[in-house]
């Protein structure tokens, strides 16, 4: 039922038969008008039920003048759901992201209100207590049951049950007797309170240093954003733990965000560690039904610290009073899917909204958050050594135009000759190549075909173990042929260059008595079996492990001493602005899982361009220079964060219509002095899933309105016809 709000915006509600402006969770550009009803208190954010064509939908209250509606026409609210209402930050967190990413409002509230169950409180639980009357006649099971009931708590049926070793038909004949009484017990929280003083860590003096900061900028509040700098394993996470437990001891809910679920398990743990309790999870792989609870504890302040993917940063916290960005450089922070927006980025906007501390670590930090680190925007932060007697790996580049391997191989004599090393201490190696699959390239020895996938502009990876030809962008898959489609001839199909499964081969062949691991995001079983394989490896039950960017973040594998990169010019190629950064992040990431413990460890880097500035910047082990040359060329070029860019993607099944509209779209572009349209162009990806697709690169001065900007172009534009779409990407990835 209803009731009347007793929050402070209840001072606001809106009358019967008034009208009010209500978001649904839908590509819409604005709130449509509803009609409040009798006996309905409605204020802004609460979460209602309204009827949108013929279906029931939820929606937000909003704020602003309702759109005008003939009064015959306006259709009513049909429920108010008992749940808090999305506070003022929320919504203004909601518009400001819509504004600046150009996102229609509706599809922005749709993340932040995900799961519909959550809006009604979870129903209380049927339980059992013991009323202190003794059975007629006592067995060893009953007397169990009581033993177990006795201190006078209540129990779930299932749960005693189970705590007493019996079943449930003994609790059944209790019951029947009056020795038990029926009680309702409120749902369970979904996670237990965080002890901020569970265990606390002796910090290295430096670590102190640290911490003491922010946990001041905790206990003052106020927007406060802090880049934590420092390599892997000086203590990042033991240090911002410090300003978690300051924030849960000061009644304050946190948002811990990490890039990649495959870390959370291992998260998870170590927050449990510190805090006697895990954080609540947030990401794909949590079940649709948890997330409804966690979402409805996140609103009533309930779940008081959550760990999770990007999509966390929209749960609607009731008293927020921390953020933190874990490995803020990362890429996976960018979700490029229905709403495109930098999950980094949108933290700091909503710390700033929410008027709190945001913490940005890394060991590697972008360039966006150096500059505005070394600038005083972001408060700078460092540790500079690894803690205690871990000690970074002693890093070397292999020249393979010196060292070329043997001949159908990749690894080169001297990796191969380290591996061995590294066995014979009964110590783990590890393999790095970003590159799922067998090979990235097939093609017919006789004929020179090349398989393509159909719908993409992208060469079919080889997948050996399952014996698959696939297209890593769209998914297409068929089976490896025994002829050339081409030219018919018989089994001379060549693997052209080295994927995972082809260096775990080759590594077979050197090491047939070793345990390899070969560890890809599609491998089967999924994070379930990527969980199992993780804790295996950091048991030390394997000895090589061969592995693309999964294993390259986070994770701790102590008995890890030889890291090996395969082909470190992978990403130095694709001729974007941003491969070097990213390059040597990686590089140094993947690098940074040798040596956690005490023991010495190397980084072995295959290269063909031992001189290349990241090379360089990786084995001198001061990355210093490096990032002063990339961001002199950033400055130059008045890229970001010097000048600002968006993309625009124009994508059709036709390439001639894509083509057509995207000219148009260029022609609509208004004058402007501060802001210039580049293409179109062919998009990097020219074609994916049967769409061909162009890019228009939009760039502006660091001031510029780029927003407006587009804005104006789409309007002044013919809308786009047909199976034409449009695809606006504020700060892209590459460029
Ligand atoms: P980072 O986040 O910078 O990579 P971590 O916080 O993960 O570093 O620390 C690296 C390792 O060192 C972890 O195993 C952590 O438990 C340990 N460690 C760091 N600082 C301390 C400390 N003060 N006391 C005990 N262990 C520590
Ligand atoms: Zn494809």
Redesign the pocket.
């Known amino acids: 039922a209803p009731r009347s709000s007793d929050t402070d915006t209840g001072r606001r509600t809106a009358r019967p038969g008034k009208a009010v402006p209500v978001l649904v969770p839908m590509p819409v550009d604005r709130a449509f008008s509803y009609m409040v009803s009798e006996g309905q208190d409605v204020a802004p954010g609460q979460i209602v039920q309204i009827p949108l064509g013929p279906r029931k939908v939820p929606g937000v209250v909003w704020e602003g003048p309702a759109d005008q509606v003939d009064p015959k026409k306006l259709r009513p609210i049909l429920k108010v759901f008992d749940c808090p209402p999305l506070d003022a930050p929320m919504r203004a967190f909601i518009d400001w992201v819509a504004r600046y990413t150009l996102t229609p409002p509706g599809l922005v509230a749709r993340m932040a209100l995900r799961a519909p169950a959550a809006f009604e409180p979870e129903p209380p639980v049927a339980a059992l207590r013991w009323t202190g009357r003794e059975p007629e006649r006592t067995t060893p099971a009953r007397r169990r049951v009581l033993a177990q009931a006795g201190d006078g708590a209540a129990w779930t049926k299932a749960g005693l049950a189970h705590a007493a070793g019996v079943s449930a038909s003994v609790i059944d004949g209790l019951v029947a007797q009056g020795i038990f009484e029926s009680v309702m017990l409120p749902a369970p929280p979904v996670v237990a309170v965080p002890d901020p003083n569970y265990a606390e860590?002796?910090?290295?003096g430096e670590?102190r240093d640290v911490a003491e900061l922010v946990r001041d900028d905790v206990r003052e509040s106020g927007f406060k954003p802090s880049l934590l700098d420092?390599?892997?394993?000086?203590?990042?996470?033991?240090?911002y733990f410090e300003a978690v437990a300051e924030a849960v001891r000061q009644g304050r809910q946190v948002l811990i965000l990490l890039p990649e679920i495959s870390l959370t398990a291992a998260f998870l743990d170590?927050f449990h560690d510190r805090f006697g309790a895990r954080p609540a999870e947030w990401h794909s792989d949590v079940s649709p039904r948890q997330r409804e609870k966690v979402w409805r504890q996140v609103v009533t302040g309930d779940v008081r610290v959550v760990a999770g993917a990007r999509s966390a940063l929209f749960l609607p916290f009731r008293d927020l009073g921390l953020i933190v960005v874990d490995e803020e450089h990362d890429p996976a922070y960018k979700q490029e899917d229905r709403a495109y927006y930098n999950a980094r980025d949108m933290a700091v906007v909503r710390a700033r909204i929410c008027d709190i501390p945001v913490i940005l670590?890394s060991?590697t930090p972008s360039i966006e958050t150096r500059v505005n680190a070394a600038s005083g925007r972001y408060g700078s932060l460092r540790?500079p050594s690894?803690?205690?007697e871990?000690r970074l790996p002693d890093l070397t580049l292999i020249d393979m135009r010196r060292n070329p391997p043997a001949r159908g191989g990749f690894l080169s004599p001297v990796l191969v000759e380290a591996i061995a090393e590294t066995l014979q201490k009964k110590e783990q190696s590890l393999l790095f190549l970003n590159r799922r699959g067998y090979a990235p390239l097939t093609l017919c020895r006789v004929c020179g075909h090349r398989f393509q996938c159909p719908d993409c502009s992208s060469w079919l990876v080889e997948h050996r173990f399952r014996n698959q030809l696939q297209c890593h962008h769209c998914g297409h898959g068929e089976p490896v042929p025994q002829a050339c489609p081409e030219c018919g001839t018989l089994d001379h199909l060549v693997a052209c260059g080295p994927g995972i499964e082809r260096i775990a081969e080759e590594v077979d062949r050197h090491f047939p008595e070793a345990r390899t691991i070969v560890l890809s995001s599609d491998m089967a079983g999924g994070t379930r079996r990527l969980r199992i394989e993780l804790e295996a490896i950091a048991r030390g039950e394997a000895d090589i492990i061969i592995g693309t960017q999964l294993v390259a973040k986070g994770h701790?594998f102590p008995n890890m001493t030889l890291v090996g990169v395969v082909d470190a010019d992978l990403g130095l190629a694709n001729g974007d602005p941003r491969a070097a950064e990213r390059t040597y992040q990686l590089l140094s990431q993947v690098t940074g899982r040798a040596g956690?413990s005490g023991l010495a460890s190397r980084g072995l880097i295959q290269t063909y361009q031992p001189v290349h500035p990241v090379m360089q910047a990786i084995v001198s082990g001061d990355p210093e220079a490096f990032y002063e040359r990339e961001t002199d060329e950033r400055r130059k070029a008045l890229l970001p964060p010097f000048g600002r860019l968006a993309a625009v993607i124009i994508s059709a099944p036709d390439r001639a219509a894509a083509e057509s509209h995207a000219r148009a779209l260029r022609n609509a572009a208004p004058a402007s002095s501060d802001v210039s349209v580049l293409g179109p162009a062919e998009a990097p990806l020219a074609l994916i899933r049967g769409r061909h697709r162009f890019r228009l690169l939009v760039h502006g001065d660091r001031q510029s309105d780029i927003q407006g900007f587009l804005r104006a172009m789409a309007a002044a534009a013919p809308k786009p016809r047909g199976a034409i779409h449009v695809q606006l990407d504020i700060d892209p990835q590459s460029f």
């Open positions: 860590t002796a910090l290295s670590q420092g390599v892997t394993g000086s203590g990042k996470t033991e240090v170590r670590a060991a540790l690894r803690f205690a871990a701790n956690r």
